[in-house]
């Protein structure tokens, strides 16, 4: 079982970038998928980024499409989650979890079994 952990967040204003990390604990990420999800108060918790854990296949939500990029280290230590052109709609804690890698890349299959302690983001407008 993969220890996960988050760090990166912070309050930034509208149209700024943050990238955000999910490092994995005395373990690498090796036949882990992993996914960046967000929960927002007073929202269910939303899937944002999934990413293969050989990195060759990624899913990004409409929300975010085109402004957040995820990607793995070389040595598949660290999730990242790079995030531009921020907007206040974005605010929210955001959990990297992982999956393994036995049931493929299609989303709708995956078991997150292990998740972070989440990284709050905070965009002001």
């Known amino acids: 079982q993969v220890q996960l952990v988050e760090s990166g967040g912070g309050v930034v204003q509208a149209g700024a970038s943050l990238r955000l990390s999910c490092a994995a604990s005395?373990?690498?990420?090796?036949?882990?998928?992993v996914g960046w999800f967000r929960q927002a108060p007073g929202h269910e918790r939303e899937f944002v980024a999934f990413?293969?854990?050989?990195?060759?296949?990624?899913y990004s939500s409409d929300s975010v499409k085109g402004r957040f990029t995820i990607s793995i280290d070389n040595a598949r230590k660290t999730v990242y989650l790079q995030m531009s052109s921020l907007k206040p709609e974005d605010t929210a804690v955001y959990y990297c979890?992982?999956?393994?890698?036995?049931?493929?890349?299609?989303?709708?299959?995956?078991?997150?079994?292990?998740w972070g302690q989440g990284t709050q983001v905070t965009v002001s407008s």
């Open positions: 979890a992982a999956a393994p890698s036995t049931y493929g890349t299609i989303l709708r299959n995956q078991v997150w079994g292990v």
């Open positions: 005395e373990r690498t990420f090796a036949h882990y998928n």
């Open positions: 990413i293969q854990w050989g990195g060759g296949t990624t």
